[in-house]
């Protein structure tokens, strides 16, 4: 899965859950990439599509 076919929004969402690797919630997301939470989320549904970010727990994500 290729990130080059990601827009720059969730390159950095991507990049922000690599770099952290930890288990973060949207509002930790939000907060270290300055993209609004509202908008996170819909960026973190459209990485799990495509096999790149993952929920270990309910509201946490972690990329894979």
Do not use: F, H, W
Request: charged letters at 30%; glycine letters at 4%; one cysteine or more.
């Amino acid at each position: 899965m290729a990130t080059t076919a990601l827009n720059q929004e969730a390159q950095v969402v991507l990049e922000a859950l690599k770099t952290q690797q930890k288990e973060m919630k949207t509002a930790e997301i939000a907060q270290i990439t300055g993209i609004q939470k509202d908008k996170i989320s819909k960026i973190i549904s459209k990485l799990k599509k495509q096999g790149l970010v993952y929920s270990p727990k309910r509201c946490y994500y972690k990329a894979k």
